[in-house]
C-alpha cells in the first residue's frame, strides 16, 4: 500500500489549501483514514480521521469548524479542505491508513507534504 500527498504549499493566513491523499489500495478497504500532522520542533498530532464505514469524522479541537475531511472511494483519494488557515497550522501534513485483519493492525504513512502559513 502505498499513500502519496500533495497540495500543500504556501499560503497567507487567511487563505484556503486542499491537500489530496491518493492510495494504491482500495480506500474502503481501510477501517479509518486519517491526516496527521507534525509541527516544526514538535509531536506528530492526530488533524482529522474519517472512518470507511458510515462514514464518521472526528476533528482536533484546533481545527474544528474550518477543516474538512472526506473521501472518494471510486478514486481511492481523501481530502484535507482546509480554510482559514493560521500560521499555527504550519506543519507537514501526513496522510494515515489503518486496517485491521483479524484483530491484526496494518498501518500505512505517507511521505508527508509541507503546509507553510505566512502571517
Known amino acids: 500500500v502505498h499513500l502519496v500527498e500533495s497540495g500543500g504549499g504556501l499560503v497567507q493566513a487567511g487563505g484556503s489549501l486542499r491537500l489530496s491523499c491518493a492510495a494504491s489500495?482500495?480506500?474502503?478497504?481501510?477501517?479509518?483514514m486519517a491526516w496527521y500532522r507534525q509541527p516544526p520542533g514538535m509531536q506528530r498530532e492526530l488533524v482529522a480521521s474519517?472512518?470507511?464505514?458510515?462514514?464518521?469524522?472526528d476533528y482536533a479541537d484546533s481545527v474544528k469548524g474550518r477543516f474538512t475531511i472526506s473521501r472518494d472511494n471510486a478514486k481511492n483519494t481523501v481530502y484535507l479542505e482546509m480554510n482559514s488557515l493560521k500560521p499555527e497550522d504550519t506543519a507537514v501534513y501526513y496522510c494515515?491508513?489503518?486496517?485491521?485483519?483479524?484483530?491484526?493492525?496494518?498501518?500505512?504513512w505517507g511521505q508527508g507534504t509541507q503546509v507553510t502559513v505566512s502571517s
Open positions: 494515515n491508513a489503518l486496517a485491521v485483519v483479524l484483530s491484526t493492525r496494518y498501518e500505512y
Open positions: 474519517i472512518a470507511s464505514r458510515g462514514g464518521s469524522t
Open positions: 489500495g482500495i480506500t474502503s478497504s481501510f477501517n479509518l
